[in-house]
Protein backbone atom coordinates (compact mmCIF):
# COMPACT_ATOMS: atom_id res chain seq x y z
CA UNK A 1 0.00 0.00 0.00
CA UNK A 2 1.63 3.61 -0.78
CA UNK A 3 1.34 6.23 2.19
CA UNK A 4 -1.50 8.00 2.11
CA UNK A 5 -0.10 10.91 0.79
CA UNK A 6 0.67 9.92 -2.26
CA UNK A 7 -1.10 9.13 -5.22
CA UNK A 8 -2.52 5.59 -5.60
CA UNK A 9 -0.61 4.91 -8.64
CA UNK A 10 -0.92 1.02 -9.32
CA UNK A 11 -4.71 1.23 -9.11
CA UNK A 12 -5.07 4.48 -11.27
CA UNK A 13 -2.78 2.60 -14.13
CA UNK A 14 -4.62 -0.77 -13.40
CA UNK A 15 -8.59 0.86 -14.05
CA UNK A 16 -7.11 3.07 -16.60
CA UNK A 17 -6.67 -0.12 -18.60
CA UNK A 18 -10.35 -0.59 -19.23
CA UNK A 19 -11.21 3.19 -20.10
CA UNK A 20 -8.76 3.52 -23.40
CA UNK A 21 -8.37 6.84 -24.63
CA UNK A 22 -10.15 8.13 -27.31
CA UNK A 23 -7.48 9.52 -29.77
CA UNK A 24 -9.98 12.86 -29.97
CA UNK A 25 -8.72 16.12 -28.16
CA UNK A 26 -11.12 17.14 -26.15
CA UNK A 27 -11.34 20.67 -24.12
CA UNK A 28 -12.90 21.83 -20.98
CA UNK A 29 -14.13 24.80 -22.03
CA UNK A 30 -18.29 26.81 -20.82
CA UNK A 31 -19.66 23.85 -21.19
CA UNK A 32 -17.56 21.21 -19.21
CA UNK A 33 -16.41 18.54 -21.45
CA UNK A 34 -19.16 17.76 -24.41
CA UNK A 35 -18.98 16.13 -27.56
CA UNK A 36 -20.29 12.35 -29.01
CA UNK A 37 -21.26 10.26 -26.19
CA UNK A 38 -18.92 7.76 -27.75
CA UNK A 39 -15.95 9.87 -27.11
CA UNK A 40 -16.47 9.87 -23.39
CA UNK A 41 -15.46 7.21 -21.83
CA UNK A 42 -11.72 7.66 -21.22
CA UNK A 43 -12.58 11.23 -20.49
CA UNK A 44 -15.35 10.29 -17.68
CA UNK A 45 -12.85 7.79 -15.74
CA UNK A 46 -10.25 10.90 -15.74
CA UNK A 47 -13.07 13.22 -14.53
CA UNK A 48 -13.50 10.82 -11.30
CA UNK A 49 -10.17 11.33 -10.77
CA UNK A 50 -10.36 15.09 -10.72
CA UNK A 51 -13.66 15.25 -8.96
CA UNK A 52 -11.95 13.53 -5.94
CA UNK A 53 -8.25 15.86 -6.47
CA UNK A 54 -10.69 18.84 -6.13
CA UNK A 55 -12.66 17.61 -3.49
CA UNK A 56 -9.27 17.01 -1.32
CA UNK A 57 -8.25 20.33 -2.61
CA UNK A 58 -10.98 22.33 -1.30
CA UNK A 59 -10.20 20.61 2.30
CA UNK A 60 -12.92 17.88 1.82
CA UNK A 61 -15.70 19.92 0.74
CA UNK A 62 -18.32 17.86 -1.64
CA UNK A 63 -17.74 18.57 -5.03
CA UNK A 64 -20.34 17.44 -7.89
CA UNK A 65 -19.92 15.79 -11.66
CA UNK A 66 -23.06 15.87 -13.41
CA UNK A 67 -23.29 13.57 -17.05
CA UNK A 68 -25.18 15.62 -19.40
CA UNK A 69 -24.88 17.49 -22.78
CA UNK A 70 -28.04 19.92 -21.71
CA UNK A 71 -29.68 21.27 -25.33
CA UNK A 72 -27.68 19.33 -27.62
CA UNK A 73 -28.91 15.98 -29.57
CA UNK A 74 -28.89 13.13 -27.79
CA UNK A 75 -26.49 11.41 -29.11
CA UNK A 76 -23.93 13.73 -27.59
CA UNK A 77 -23.37 13.99 -23.76
CA UNK A 78 -20.63 15.59 -21.88
CA UNK A 79 -19.57 15.76 -18.09
CA UNK A 80 -18.75 18.76 -16.11
CA UNK A 81 -17.47 19.62 -12.34
CA UNK A 82 -20.07 21.48 -9.89
CA UNK A 83 -17.75 23.26 -7.24
CA UNK A 84 -17.81 23.47 -3.35
CA UNK A 85 -20.42 26.54 -3.36
CA UNK A 86 -22.71 24.78 -6.02
CA UNK A 87 -21.13 27.25 -8.53
CA UNK A 88 -19.58 26.30 -11.68
CA UNK A 89 -15.87 25.03 -11.42
CA UNK A 90 -12.98 27.45 -10.94
CA UNK A 91 -11.68 28.82 -13.70
CA UNK A 92 -8.08 27.90 -12.55
CA UNK A 93 -8.86 24.35 -12.94
CA UNK A 94 -10.05 24.25 -16.45
CA UNK A 95 -6.95 23.84 -17.47
CA UNK A 96 -6.12 21.18 -15.19
CA UNK A 97 -9.10 19.09 -16.69
CA UNK A 98 -7.97 19.41 -20.06
CA UNK A 99 -4.58 18.55 -19.14
CA UNK A 100 -5.42 15.23 -17.92
CA UNK A 101 -8.42 14.68 -20.05
CA UNK A 102 -5.70 14.44 -23.28
CA UNK A 103 -2.92 12.34 -21.36
CA UNK A 104 -1.64 10.09 -23.74
CA UNK A 105 -0.20 7.52 -21.85
CA UNK A 106 -0.62 5.76 -18.15
CA UNK A 107 2.56 7.95 -17.52
CA UNK A 108 1.45 10.78 -18.65
CA UNK A 109 -1.83 10.46 -16.74
CA UNK A 110 0.04 10.07 -13.53
CA UNK A 111 2.42 12.67 -14.04
CA UNK A 112 -0.47 15.19 -15.05
CA UNK A 113 -2.14 14.45 -11.33
CA UNK A 114 1.10 14.58 -9.24
CA UNK A 115 1.78 18.20 -11.24
CA UNK A 116 -1.83 18.97 -10.21
CA UNK A 117 -1.19 17.94 -6.43
CA UNK A 118 1.96 19.55 -6.17
CA UNK A 119 0.68 22.94 -8.13
CA UNK A 120 -2.16 22.91 -5.74
CA UNK A 121 -0.49 21.89 -2.56
CA UNK A 122 -3.04 18.64 -2.00
CA UNK A 123 -3.15 17.09 0.94
CA UNK A 124 -3.81 13.79 -0.26
CA UNK A 125 -4.33 12.20 3.54
CA UNK A 126 -7.78 14.56 3.24
CA UNK A 127 -11.07 12.20 2.46
CA UNK A 128 -12.76 13.12 -1.03
CA UNK A 129 -16.57 13.49 -1.48
CA UNK A 130 -18.15 13.36 -4.19
CA UNK A 131 -21.79 13.86 -5.37
CA UNK A 132 -22.42 12.58 -9.40
CA UNK A 133 -25.90 12.80 -11.27
CA UNK A 134 -26.88 12.13 -15.12
CA UNK A 135 -29.25 13.28 -16.98
CA UNK A 136 -31.78 11.08 -19.11
CA UNK A 137 -29.29 10.31 -22.02
CA UNK A 138 -29.07 6.55 -23.02
CA UNK A 139 -25.09 7.25 -23.11
CA UNK A 140 -25.02 8.11 -19.41
CA UNK A 141 -25.22 5.03 -17.36
CA UNK A 142 -22.10 3.87 -18.85
CA UNK A 143 -20.32 7.17 -18.62
CA UNK A 144 -21.53 7.25 -14.73
CA UNK A 145 -20.02 3.51 -14.82
CA UNK A 146 -16.18 5.22 -15.91
CA UNK A 147 -16.46 8.10 -13.13
CA UNK A 148 -17.16 5.53 -10.04
CA UNK A 149 -14.63 3.62 -11.81
CA UNK A 150 -12.04 6.39 -11.67
CA UNK A 151 -13.22 7.71 -8.25
CA UNK A 152 -12.62 4.22 -6.81
CA UNK A 153 -9.17 3.91 -8.17
CA UNK A 154 -8.13 7.29 -6.51
CA UNK A 155 -10.15 6.97 -3.44
CA UNK A 156 -13.54 9.27 -3.09
CA UNK A 157 -16.35 8.74 -0.98
CA UNK A 158 -18.99 8.33 -3.83
CA UNK A 159 -22.63 9.69 -3.59
CA UNK A 160 -24.86 9.05 -5.82
CA UNK A 161 -27.52 11.76 -7.03
CA UNK A 162 -28.97 9.44 -9.78
CA UNK A 163 -30.90 10.65 -12.27
CA UNK A 164 -31.47 14.53 -11.91
CA UNK A 165 -31.56 17.97 -13.75
CA UNK A 166 -28.23 19.54 -13.64
CA UNK A 167 -29.68 22.20 -11.17
CA UNK A 168 -30.52 20.01 -8.86
CA UNK A 169 -27.04 18.48 -8.32
CA UNK A 170 -25.84 22.23 -8.02
CA UNK A 171 -28.21 22.36 -5.22
CA UNK A 172 -27.31 19.15 -3.26
CA UNK A 173 -23.73 20.07 -3.46
CA UNK A 174 -24.10 23.81 -1.97
CA UNK A 175 -26.96 21.94 0.68
CA UNK A 176 -24.71 19.08 1.40
CA UNK A 177 -21.35 21.73 2.07
CA UNK A 178 -23.72 23.76 4.05
CA UNK A 179 -25.67 21.48 6.32
CA UNK A 180 -25.39 22.21 10.07
CA UNK A 181 -24.51 25.60 9.26
CA UNK A 182 -25.85 28.82 9.54
CA UNK A 183 -26.02 29.07 6.02
CA UNK A 184 -28.05 25.93 5.68
CA UNK A 185 -29.58 25.71 1.76
CA UNK A 186 -31.72 22.70 2.14
CA UNK A 187 -32.19 19.24 3.01
CA UNK A 188 -29.53 17.96 0.85
CA UNK A 189 -31.83 15.54 -0.94
CA UNK A 190 -33.88 15.70 -4.09
CA UNK A 191 -36.85 15.78 -1.52
CA UNK A 192 -35.24 18.40 0.21
CA UNK A 193 -34.95 20.12 -3.08
CA UNK A 194 -38.89 19.72 -3.96
CA UNK A 195 -40.09 21.03 -0.26
CA UNK A 196 -37.36 23.80 -0.71
CA UNK A 197 -38.75 25.10 -4.06
CA UNK A 198 -42.24 24.75 -3.23
CA UNK A 199 -43.09 25.29 0.27
CA UNK A 200 -41.31 28.82 -0.57
CA UNK A 201 -43.32 29.19 -4.13
CA UNK A 202 -46.28 28.41 -1.67
CA UNK A 203 -46.02 30.78 0.85
CA UNK A 204 -44.99 33.59 -1.80
CA UNK A 205 -48.03 32.77 -3.51
CA UNK A 206 -49.90 32.99 0.00
CA UNK A 207 -53.60 34.34 -0.71
CA UNK A 208 -53.63 35.41 -4.52
CA UNK A 209 -55.98 33.77 -6.74
CA UNK A 210 -55.13 30.71 -8.61
CA UNK A 211 -52.66 31.04 -11.65
CA UNK A 212 -52.95 30.60 -14.92
CA UNK A 213 -52.14 27.25 -16.27
CA UNK A 214 -48.35 27.08 -17.77
CA UNK A 215 -48.11 24.50 -19.95
CA UNK A 216 -44.95 23.34 -19.98
CA UNK A 217 -42.54 21.31 -22.57
CA UNK A 218 -40.14 19.62 -20.61
CA UNK A 219 -37.69 18.67 -24.12
CA UNK A 220 -38.65 14.68 -23.18
CA UNK A 221 -35.82 15.26 -20.77
CA UNK A 222 -35.30 14.89 -16.60
CA UNK A 223 -37.18 18.40 -16.44
CA UNK A 224 -40.07 16.29 -16.32
CA UNK A 225 -39.24 13.83 -13.71
CA UNK A 226 -38.38 16.78 -12.09
CA UNK A 227 -41.49 18.84 -12.05
CA UNK A 228 -42.80 15.79 -11.48
CA UNK A 229 -41.08 15.21 -8.03
CA UNK A 230 -42.67 19.27 -7.54
CA UNK A 231 -46.09 18.04 -8.21
CA UNK A 232 -46.00 15.90 -5.58
CA UNK A 233 -45.48 19.07 -2.73
CA UNK A 234 -47.23 21.56 -4.21
CA UNK A 235 -51.53 20.87 -4.63
CA UNK A 236 -52.51 21.14 -8.69
CA UNK A 237 -54.78 23.91 -7.73
CA UNK A 238 -51.70 26.14 -6.49
CA UNK A 239 -49.81 25.55 -9.48
CA UNK A 240 -51.74 23.84 -12.42
CA UNK A 241 -49.19 22.61 -14.71
CA UNK A 242 -49.80 20.71 -17.59
CA UNK A 243 -46.40 18.89 -18.64
CA UNK A 244 -46.25 17.75 -22.49
CA UNK A 245 -43.11 15.81 -23.72
CA UNK A 246 -42.67 14.07 -21.17
CA UNK A 247 -40.67 10.84 -22.85
CA UNK A 248 -38.10 10.11 -20.52
CA UNK A 249 -37.29 6.97 -22.12
CA UNK A 250 -38.43 7.32 -26.17
CA UNK A 251 -35.27 6.59 -28.00
CA UNK A 252 -34.18 9.91 -30.07
CA UNK A 253 -37.03 12.08 -28.31
CA UNK A 254 -34.73 14.49 -25.75
CA UNK A 255 -34.26 17.85 -27.34
CA UNK A 256 -35.95 16.87 -30.99
CA UNK A 257 -38.43 19.37 -32.29
CA UNK A 258 -38.92 20.49 -28.64
CA UNK A 259 -37.00 22.35 -25.72
CA UNK A 260 -35.87 26.01 -25.25
CA UNK A 261 -33.33 25.80 -27.38
CA UNK A 262 -35.34 24.62 -30.33
CA UNK A 263 -38.16 27.38 -29.54
CA UNK A 264 -35.91 30.27 -29.26
CA UNK A 265 -33.98 29.24 -32.08
CA UNK A 266 -36.78 28.77 -34.71
CA UNK A 267 -38.74 31.41 -32.95
CA UNK A 268 -41.33 28.87 -32.99
CA UNK A 269 -43.76 26.32 -31.10
CA UNK A 270 -42.65 22.85 -30.56
CA UNK A 271 -43.37 20.24 -33.70
CA UNK A 272 -46.84 18.65 -32.67
CA UNK A 273 -47.99 21.58 -30.63
CA UNK A 274 -50.47 22.81 -32.98
CA UNK A 275 -52.49 19.29 -32.48
CA UNK A 276 -52.66 19.77 -29.02
CA UNK A 277 -55.60 21.02 -27.00
CA UNK A 278 -54.06 22.20 -24.28
CA UNK A 279 -52.32 24.96 -26.53
CA UNK A 280 -54.38 27.87 -26.91
CA UNK A 281 -54.63 31.70 -27.42
CA UNK A 282 -53.47 33.64 -24.48
CA UNK A 283 -52.37 30.23 -22.56
CA UNK A 284 -48.52 30.69 -20.73
CA UNK A 285 -46.11 28.37 -22.47
CA UNK A 286 -42.81 27.28 -21.46
CA UNK A 287 -40.00 24.82 -22.62
CA UNK A 288 -37.32 23.63 -20.67
CA UNK A 289 -33.66 22.32 -22.32
CA UNK A 290 -32.52 19.05 -21.91
CA UNK A 291 -30.56 19.12 -18.63
CA UNK A 292 -33.51 21.85 -16.99
CA UNK A 293 -31.32 24.69 -16.49
CA UNK A 294 -32.73 26.95 -19.08
CA UNK A 295 -36.49 28.49 -19.32
CA UNK A 296 -37.72 29.97 -22.34
CA UNK A 297 -41.88 31.18 -22.20
CA UNK A 298 -44.23 31.76 -25.51
CA UNK A 299 -47.62 32.25 -26.19
CA UNK A 300 -50.08 32.75 -29.28
CA UNK A 301 -52.31 35.52 -30.58
CA UNK A 302 -54.07 33.81 -32.68
CA UNK A 303 -53.76 30.40 -35.11
CA UNK A 304 -50.28 29.02 -35.12
CA UNK A 305 -49.75 28.46 -38.77
CA UNK A 306 -49.29 32.40 -38.70
CA UNK A 307 -45.92 32.97 -37.59
CA UNK A 308 -46.41 36.59 -35.99
CA UNK A 309 -49.07 34.89 -33.91
CA UNK A 310 -45.98 33.58 -31.69
CA UNK A 311 -44.93 35.47 -29.11
CA UNK A 312 -41.55 34.71 -27.48
CA UNK A 313 -41.04 35.71 -23.82
CA UNK A 314 -37.15 35.10 -23.75
CA UNK A 315 -34.34 35.41 -21.48
CA UNK A 316 -34.17 39.09 -21.89
CA UNK A 317 -37.66 39.19 -21.14
CA UNK A 318 -37.62 37.36 -17.83
CA UNK A 319 -34.79 40.00 -16.45
CA UNK A 320 -36.84 42.50 -16.99
CA UNK A 321 -40.00 40.87 -14.89
CA UNK A 322 -37.80 40.07 -12.17
CA UNK A 323 -35.85 43.82 -12.24
CA UNK A 324 -39.17 45.32 -12.38
CA UNK A 325 -40.74 43.85 -9.50
CA UNK A 326 -38.10 43.62 -7.35
CA UNK A 327 -36.72 47.32 -7.71
CA UNK A 328 -40.50 47.80 -7.00
CA UNK A 329 -40.05 45.81 -3.52
CA UNK A 330 -36.44 47.36 -2.75
CA UNK A 331 -38.14 50.57 -2.57
CA UNK A 332 -41.24 49.49 -0.73
CA UNK A 333 -39.14 47.45 1.95
CA UNK A 334 -37.14 51.11 2.52
CA UNK A 335 -34.10 48.45 2.65
CA UNK A 336 -30.87 49.53 1.81
CA UNK A 337 -29.83 46.96 -0.86
CA UNK A 338 -28.27 47.67 -4.52
CA UNK A 339 -29.88 45.88 -7.32
CA UNK A 340 -28.00 45.44 -10.81
CA UNK A 341 -28.97 43.51 -13.59
CA UNK A 342 -25.87 41.61 -15.82
CA UNK A 343 -26.49 40.74 -19.72
CA UNK A 344 -24.87 40.00 -22.63
CA UNK A 345 -24.29 41.47 -26.25
CA UNK A 346 -26.98 38.97 -26.86
CA UNK A 347 -29.62 41.23 -24.87
CA UNK A 348 -32.21 42.50 -27.32
CA UNK A 349 -31.18 46.46 -27.32
CA UNK A 350 -34.76 47.06 -25.92
CA UNK A 351 -34.51 45.49 -23.14
CA UNK A 352 -31.51 47.11 -22.13
CA UNK A 353 -32.92 50.18 -22.74
CA UNK A 354 -35.83 48.98 -20.26
CA UNK A 355 -33.41 47.91 -17.35
CA UNK A 356 -31.38 50.45 -17.66
CA UNK A 357 -34.18 52.72 -16.04
CA UNK A 358 -34.85 50.37 -13.51
CA UNK A 359 -31.54 49.21 -11.98
CA UNK A 360 -27.63 49.51 -12.95
CA UNK A 361 -26.57 47.05 -15.85
CA UNK A 362 -23.21 45.53 -16.64
CA UNK A 363 -22.36 43.28 -19.59
CA UNK A 364 -20.36 40.23 -19.45
CA UNK A 365 -18.73 38.46 -22.26
CA UNK A 366 -21.14 35.39 -23.32
CA UNK A 367 -21.17 32.01 -20.78
CA UNK A 368 -23.41 31.98 -17.33
CA UNK A 369 -20.26 31.75 -15.22
CA UNK A 370 -19.02 35.36 -16.16
CA UNK A 371 -22.71 37.11 -15.49
CA UNK A 372 -22.56 35.00 -12.51
CA UNK A 373 -19.25 36.42 -11.15
CA UNK A 374 -20.71 39.81 -12.35
CA UNK A 375 -24.20 39.30 -10.60
CA UNK A 376 -22.11 38.85 -7.23
CA UNK A 377 -21.21 42.16 -7.22
CA UNK A 378 -24.55 43.76 -6.16
CA UNK A 379 -26.90 42.83 -3.33
CA UNK A 380 -29.38 41.41 -5.57
CA UNK A 381 -28.08 40.52 -8.47
CA UNK A 382 -30.10 39.46 -11.97
CA UNK A 383 -28.77 37.89 -14.61
CA UNK A 384 -29.93 36.39 -17.95
CA UNK A 385 -28.29 35.20 -21.08
CA UNK A 386 -31.00 35.58 -24.01
CA UNK A 387 -31.22 32.13 -24.39
CA UNK A 388 -33.09 31.68 -21.22
CA UNK A 389 -30.02 30.39 -18.88
CA UNK A 390 -30.30 32.51 -15.42
CA UNK A 391 -31.52 33.47 -12.24
CA UNK A 392 -31.10 36.01 -9.56
CA UNK A 393 -28.76 36.76 -6.50
CA UNK A 394 -29.09 37.48 -3.05
CA UNK A 395 -25.95 38.29 -1.46
CA UNK A 396 -25.13 37.68 2.59
CA UNK A 397 -25.38 41.35 2.91
CA UNK A 398 -28.80 41.38 1.13
CA UNK A 399 -30.05 37.92 2.88
CA UNK A 400 -29.12 39.76 6.69
CA UNK A 401 -30.97 43.36 5.57
CA UNK A 402 -34.45 41.14 4.85
CA UNK A 403 -33.52 39.11 8.45
CA UNK A 404 -33.13 42.31 10.21
CA UNK A 405 -35.38 44.65 8.23
CA UNK A 406 -37.74 46.43 11.15
CA UNK A 407 -40.18 47.50 8.83
CA UNK A 408 -42.62 50.49 9.74
CA UNK A 409 -45.54 50.29 7.73
CA UNK A 410 -47.92 47.21 6.59
CA UNK A 411 -46.84 47.47 3.17
CA UNK A 412 -42.75 47.84 3.72
CA UNK A 413 -43.78 44.75 5.98
CA UNK A 414 -45.09 42.79 2.83
CA UNK A 415 -42.80 43.73 0.79
CA UNK A 416 -39.85 42.63 2.85
CA UNK A 417 -41.87 39.05 3.27
CA UNK A 418 -42.22 39.18 -0.79
CA UNK A 419 -38.28 39.89 -1.40
CA UNK A 420 -37.52 36.50 1.26
CA UNK A 421 -40.18 34.76 -0.41
CA UNK A 422 -38.61 34.92 -3.52
CA UNK A 423 -35.37 34.41 -2.10
CA UNK A 424 -36.01 30.70 -1.11
CA UNK A 425 -37.92 30.44 -4.68
CA UNK A 426 -34.86 31.06 -6.89
CA UNK A 427 -32.20 28.89 -6.62
CA UNK A 428 -29.13 30.72 -5.60
CA UNK A 429 -26.77 28.66 -7.29
CA UNK A 430 -27.32 28.50 -10.66
CA UNK A 431 -30.16 29.07 -13.47
CA UNK A 432 -32.80 26.51 -12.69
CA UNK A 433 -35.55 25.97 -15.44
CA UNK A 434 -38.14 25.14 -12.18
CA UNK A 435 -37.29 27.82 -9.81
CA UNK A 436 -37.33 30.50 -12.69
CA UNK A 437 -40.34 29.00 -13.68
CA UNK A 438 -41.60 29.26 -10.20
CA UNK A 439 -39.77 32.83 -9.93
CA UNK A 440 -41.87 34.02 -13.10
CA UNK A 441 -45.39 32.72 -11.54
CA UNK A 442 -45.06 34.43 -8.17
CA UNK A 443 -44.61 37.74 -10.32
CA UNK A 444 -47.17 37.17 -12.32
CA UNK A 445 -49.39 36.49 -9.86
CA UNK A 446 -48.36 39.43 -7.84
CA UNK A 447 -49.21 41.49 -10.93
CA UNK A 448 -52.14 40.02 -12.03
CA UNK A 449 -50.48 39.70 -15.69
CA UNK A 450 -50.99 37.44 -18.23
CA UNK A 451 -48.82 36.58 -20.72
CA UNK A 452 -49.93 40.10 -22.83
CA UNK A 453 -48.89 42.15 -19.77
CA UNK A 454 -45.46 40.67 -19.50
CA UNK A 455 -45.13 41.30 -22.98
CA UNK A 456 -45.87 44.90 -23.39
CA UNK A 457 -42.86 45.89 -20.57
CA UNK A 458 -40.81 46.92 -24.04
CA UNK A 459 -41.05 45.98 -27.89
CA UNK A 460 -38.03 43.94 -29.21
CA UNK A 461 -35.95 45.60 -31.66
CA UNK A 462 -35.70 43.31 -35.01
CA UNK A 463 -33.07 40.94 -34.68
CA UNK A 464 -31.14 38.49 -36.43
CA UNK A 465 -28.29 35.87 -35.31
CA UNK A 466 -26.42 33.59 -37.83
CA UNK A 467 -23.39 31.28 -37.57
CA UNK A 468 -20.15 31.75 -40.58
CA UNK A 469 -17.59 29.19 -41.37
CA UNK A 470 -14.18 30.37 -41.59
CA UNK A 471 -10.95 28.95 -41.92
CA UNK A 472 -9.67 29.89 -38.59
CA UNK A 473 -12.47 31.45 -36.10
CA UNK A 474 -8.91 31.74 -33.77
CA UNK A 475 -8.53 34.95 -35.96
CA UNK A 476 -11.34 36.50 -34.35
CA UNK A 477 -10.38 38.06 -31.12
CA UNK A 478 -13.07 40.82 -29.12
CA UNK A 479 -12.84 43.27 -26.66
CA UNK A 480 -15.41 44.98 -24.25
CA UNK A 481 -17.63 41.62 -23.11
CA UNK A 482 -16.73 40.79 -26.57
CA UNK A 483 -19.20 43.86 -28.48
CA UNK A 484 -15.81 44.56 -30.55
CA UNK A 485 -13.39 43.11 -32.39
CA UNK A 486 -9.35 43.54 -32.24
CA UNK A 487 -8.59 40.78 -34.55
CA UNK A 488 -8.57 40.39 -37.68
CA UNK A 489 -7.44 43.83 -38.30
CA UNK A 490 -9.89 46.84 -39.48
CA UNK A 491 -12.59 44.34 -39.46
CA UNK A 492 -14.41 46.70 -36.51
CA UNK A 493 -14.46 49.67 -38.50
CA UNK A 494 -16.38 48.27 -40.92
CA UNK A 495 -18.68 46.84 -39.08
CA UNK A 496 -18.98 50.25 -37.21
CA UNK A 497 -19.39 51.54 -41.06
CA UNK A 498 -22.26 50.06 -42.16
CA UNK A 499 -23.95 50.01 -38.78
CA UNK A 500 -24.14 53.67 -38.72
CA UNK A 501 -26.31 52.90 -41.95
CA UNK A 502 -29.53 51.78 -40.14
CA UNK A 503 -31.59 53.41 -37.70
CA UNK A 504 -30.46 52.21 -34.16
CA UNK A 505 -28.27 49.80 -35.82
CA UNK A 506 -25.72 47.16 -33.58
CA UNK A 507 -23.99 44.46 -35.24
CA UNK A 508 -21.06 42.29 -33.16
CA UNK A 509 -19.21 39.49 -33.99
CA UNK A 510 -17.52 37.10 -32.51
CA UNK A 511 -16.44 33.08 -31.91
CA UNK A 512 -18.53 30.42 -30.47
CA UNK A 513 -17.11 28.82 -27.40
CA UNK A 514 -18.91 26.56 -28.22
CA UNK A 515 -18.78 25.36 -31.90
CA UNK A 516 -16.05 25.78 -34.71
CA UNK A 517 -18.18 28.85 -36.11
CA UNK A 518 -18.32 32.69 -36.06
CA UNK A 519 -21.52 34.19 -34.51
CA UNK A 520 -22.91 37.21 -36.36
CA UNK A 521 -25.32 39.19 -34.01
CA UNK A 522 -27.57 42.07 -35.71
CA UNK A 523 -30.41 44.51 -34.60
CA UNK A 524 -31.62 47.89 -36.08
CA UNK A 525 -35.45 49.71 -36.14
CA UNK A 526 -36.08 47.89 -39.11
CA UNK A 527 -36.58 44.34 -39.96
CA UNK A 528 -35.52 44.83 -43.58
CA UNK A 529 -32.59 46.59 -42.14
CA UNK A 530 -31.66 43.98 -40.06
CA UNK A 531 -31.58 41.32 -43.10
CA UNK A 532 -29.68 44.25 -44.88
CA UNK A 533 -27.05 44.77 -41.90
CA UNK A 534 -26.49 41.01 -41.29
CA UNK A 535 -26.00 40.19 -44.51
CA UNK A 536 -23.22 42.43 -44.88
CA UNK A 537 -21.59 41.56 -41.99
CA UNK A 538 -21.68 38.10 -42.83
CA UNK A 539 -20.11 38.63 -45.95
CA UNK A 540 -17.28 40.94 -44.39
CA UNK A 541 -16.83 38.16 -41.69
CA UNK A 542 -16.03 35.59 -44.66
CA UNK A 543 -14.08 37.69 -46.32
CA UNK A 544 -11.41 36.96 -43.08
P1 LIG B 1 -21.39 30.17 -27.87
O1 LIG B 1 -21.36 28.94 -28.72
O2 LIG B 1 -20.07 30.57 -27.28
O3 LIG B 1 -22.08 31.30 -28.60
C1 LIG B 1 -23.59 29.25 -26.60
C2 LIG B 1 -24.63 30.30 -26.29
C3 LIG B 1 -24.34 30.89 -24.91
C4 LIG B 1 -24.20 29.81 -23.83
C5 LIG B 1 -23.24 28.74 -24.30
C6 LIG B 1 -23.12 27.57 -23.32
C7 LIG B 1 -25.70 31.91 -27.81
C8 LIG B 1 -25.51 32.96 -28.83
N1 LIG B 1 -24.59 31.38 -27.29
O4 LIG B 1 -22.31 29.87 -26.58
O5 LIG B 1 -25.33 31.82 -24.58
O6 LIG B 1 -25.46 29.30 -23.47
O7 LIG B 1 -23.60 28.23 -25.60
O8 LIG B 1 -24.01 26.56 -23.52
O9 LIG B 1 -26.84 31.55 -27.48
ZN1 LIG C 1 -28.87 23.12 -20.18
Redesign the pocket.
Known amino acids: MPPVHALPVEAIVRALAAHPKSAAHIVYG ?2 GFRTKAALLDSTCFRIGLIGALRSKALDGKVVGLMVTA ?1 HNPEPDNGVKIVDARGEMLDAAWEPVCTRIANAATAEELVQELQHVVDAFQIDLSVPARVVYAWDTRPSSPSLVRAIVDGMDAIGAEKMDGGLLTTPQLHYLVFAYNTAGTPDAYGEPTEEGYYHKLGDAYLSATQNKPAPVTLVVDCANGVGAKSLQGLEKVVPHDRLPLQLLRTEMKAPGALNNGCGADFVKTNQKLPAGYDQESHVQQNTLLCSFDGDADRIVFYYLTGPPEKSENFHLLDGDRIAALAADYLSELVEQSGLDVQLGCVQTA ?1 ANGSSTLYLEKRVPVAFTP ?2 VKHLHHEAEKYDIGIYF ?1 A ?1 G ?1 GTVLFSKRAMQAIRDAKPSTPAAHAAVQQLAGLAAVINQTVGDAVSDMLMVLVILAARQWGPVEWDALYTDLPNR ?1 CKVQVSDRTQFKTTDAERRLTSPAGMQAQIDALVAQYPLGRSFVRP ?4 DVV ?1 VYAEAAKAEDVAALAKQVTALVETA
Open positions: TASYTGENHLSGTER
